[in-house]
Each structure stands twice: as C-alpha cells, then as structure tokens.
C-alpha cells in the first residue's frame, strides 16, 4: 500500500504548478505572437513566407539558450538549493518576456529591434532553461512513495495551463479588437501582464522550503564544486538517454502549436480566433493525456514504458498530417486532439522519469540539461524546419519529421536498462 501525499505537500505542489504556468505562458506568448504578427513587425519584407521563416528562427534562439540555462541555474541549485534558484528563474524569464512589450519594431528602429528581440528571447530561454528542472525536482522530492509520477506531473500540467492563459488571451484580444489594432499594439498587452503573474508566482516560491532529498544529500557529502563535471564524468550516458528519449515531447508540441497556427492562417485560410479556439479545445486532451500517463506510471507500468507507448502513438499520429489537415475545421481539431493528446504520454511523466536518472548531488544540472538539450534539438528548429517542408514537399514531410523524432525517443526509451528504484542512477545502455 503507497503512502498518501501529506497535506502539506499542496503548497509544494501549487508551488510548481504555478511557477511552471508562468513561465510557460511567457514562453507560449512568444510563441503565439512569433507565429501571428512577430515577422511582419520585425523583420523586412521580402520573399513569400520569409518573414515567417524568420519570426520562427527567433522562436528558436531560446532553445539555444535552455541548456546555458539549466547549466547556470542547475549549478546553484545543486550547491545551494531548489528554493533560490527557482526564484531567480522565474525572474529572469518574467523580466525577459516583460520588456518585449515595450520594444520598438522594425519600421521604427530599424536592424535594432530584431536584435533587441532576440536577446530577450535569450533570456526568456535561459530562464526557462533552470525552470523546468527546479519545479520537477520540487515535486518530486517531496513525493511519497507510489506517488513520483503524479507529484512530477504538476510541473507538466503547467504547461497546458500555461498555452490556455497566453493563446486564450490572444483570442480575447482578436474578438476585442481589429486587426490593424493588434498588429499595432494590442500584441504587446500579454507581454506586460507577464510582470502581474511573476509577481504572483515570486510571492508563492518565496513561502517555500527546501526539499527533503537536498537536505539529505547535503548531510552525507558536500555539494560537488563542479556539478557539470561530475555528471558527465560519472552520469553520461543517464545525460544522453535522457536527452534523447525528451526528444519526442517537443517535436509533438511544436508541430501542433507554433507551426500549425501560422500554416493554419497564413496558409489554411483560417482566421486567428478559429484556429486558437480549435487549439484551445485541443490543449485540453493534452492536460488528460499528461495526468493519465502519470496514473499510469504510479500504478500499472514504470514511466520509461509509458514514455515508450507515447512514442508509438506519436509516431502513427505523424501520417494522419496530411490527410487530417486539409482546410477542414474537424479535420485540423482532430489532428491537433491527437497530436497533443499523444504529447501528453511523451510529457507527463518525464517530471519524474528524467530526475530518477540522477542521484540528488547533480539532479539539477542533470535533469535540466537532458530537458533543454533535447528542447534544443526536438523544439528549437522543428517550426522553423516545419514551415521549410511544408512549403518545399508538403505536409506529408512534415508528418515524417514528427515520426522520425519520435522513434528516435523511442529508441533511447528501449536501449535504456530500467531503474530497480526511482531514486538510483541509471547510467547503463544495454
């Protein structure tokens, strides 16, 4: 019989819920103005689609950033704490996001505003880069047995919060205003409520304590002085496994959001408000699909095998791109449905699965890094790479580079010998 949570966990589990929805709706703010306004406003006209193509290359200087992040943060959180170095996360993303609000666009300012642009894209990314990990670890070290999973899963649900809150302010403010008047200004509206919820997340992390498993670890050696160093040179091949079997969350999540709303208007013919509201319907199944992986995980399989049937599903979601996205309504909600519910089995449990990987001294660092590296290389470019298929071969490309990711997770999740406990190190590959 599995011990029930402790009443008090709920500040803790609050606590990475929402430190999570705030960074990710900063993240998906971004995300959501770079796919509907960010090209024209920013860079200078030029051939069909290039402005796209270069609105969604900013959405990918994050990416880039996440692993300096998680390697800046995930070094103090594993010398001084949790607690401290999620604050300066949030932080760093809510400021970050805040200022775009403010910037001056290409018309105005010339080659200034899209540097300007990508550097707080930069930071937005190097903070989110030590968030991810921090709030996993939050929840799971606080976990009681039985529970790892749906404790990890907190973090996770941040996420579908998270895009509700950004894409269904968009939508209010396209029903709200014209178009001249978001493209003018009703766009930086998001971006400065950033500043209100950062505000509201800082004052929730700054009531916490450190988590138990830190503590402990703190009591039987000192912290290493180098974490970096002494997980790639004792965990290296937890760090790659785990990398590439986060690969498939991202490739899913980015296809269904970022890119298929800018294709969805800019090629579909659908107005903004039709799309958002089909995506917002569609999040939906991914918040299910995310705590139903995670029940799953605690009470009939391990998380690495329910990671493993996720990427089977995304995988078989990847051929249904071109036939279910044909300028249809059901057809786009049905594809965005499946893609995100599949997302949610390749995302849930990964709060849990990828800090098992690693014992508590370099949980931080090692966590962070697989997460962000694997952001890099399933997220970072896959809207960028998305719309160059799509207009170059069709979507029926885009839907094999959604496959291919997710088998190559699959791969990793396979190889990858299982843990005998959640809180031993799997270094081995078979």
């Known amino acids: 019989m599995t011990d029930r949570p402790h009443p008090s966990h709920a500040r803790v589990l609050l606590a990475s819920f929402v430190g999570t929805t705030i960074e990710f709706y900063d993240f998906y703010v971004y995300a959501t103005a770079a796919a ?4 024209e406003l920013f ?10 193509l270069a609105a969604f290359a900013t959405l990918a200087v994050a990416f880039f950033a996440r692993p300096v992040g998680s390697l800046v943060f995930g070094h103090f959180g594993d010398r001084i704490g949790r607690k401290s170095t999620l604050v300066a996360s949030l932080l760093t993303m809510g400021v970050s996001t805040t200022l775009v609000a403010v910037l001056p666009t290409y018309a105005t300012a010339g080659w200034v505003a899209p540097v300007a642009l990508c550097f707080l894209r930069f930071g937005q990314g190097f903070g989110l880069g030590g968030e991810w990990g921090g709030a996993a670890l939050l929840a799971v070290e606080h976990a009681p047995p039985g529970w790892r999973a749906r404790y990890g899963s907190a973090p996770q649900l941040g996420a579908p919060a998270g895009f509700i809150a950004a894409n269904g302010l968009f939508l209010l ?32 992390r700054l009531k916490l304590t450190e988590t138990p498993e830190f503590a402990a670890s703190l009591e039987e050696a000192p912290p290493p002085a180098v974490p970096i160093a002494e997980l790639l040179g004792q965990h290296l091949g937890a760090t790659l496994a785990g990398t590439v079997g986060a690969i498939a969350c991202f490739a899913a999540y980015y296809v269904g959001t970022a890119f298929l709303l800018g294709y969805g208007t800019k090629t579909l013919g659908f107005t903004m408000q039709q799309f958002l509201l ?23 399989w391990d998380e690495r095998r329910v990671l493993a049937g996720g990427c089977v599903a995304t995988i078989l979601v990847g051929f249904t791109i071109a036939p279910l996205m044909n300028g249809s309504a059901a057809g786009a909600f049905a ?35 697989a997460f962000n590296v694997a952001g890099v290389i399933g997220g970072g470019l896959t809207p960028l790479v998305a719309q160059g298929l799509a207009m170059e071969r069709g979507l029926a490309a885009v839907g094999l580079y959604l496959s291919g990711a997710a088998a190559l997770s699959l791969i990793a999740l396979v190889m990858i010998r299982p843990r005998t406990t959640p809180a031993v190190p799997v270094d081995a590959v078979l």
């Open 173 to 204: 403010l396209g029903l709200w205003l014209s178009p001249a008047e978001f493209r003018d200004w009703g766009w930086r509206i998001p971006f400065a409520i950033s500043a209100i919820l950062v505000a509201l997340g800082l004052w929730i």
């Open 36 to 39: 509907l306004v960010f090209g």
């Open 335 to 369: 594809f965005l449905s499946l893609t995100l519910f599949a997302m949610g089995f390749v995302y849930g449990p990964l709060g849990a699965w990828l800090p098992g990987l690693f014992p508590a001294r370099v949980r931080y660092t090692g966590a962070s890094m």
């Open 43 to 52: 860079f200078p006209l030029g051939a069909p689609g290039a402005q796209q």
């Open 278 to 300: 089909m995506q917002l319907g569609a999040i939906l199944f991914m918040a299910i699909g995310i705590y139903l992986a995670a029940w799953l995980a605690d009470n009939r």
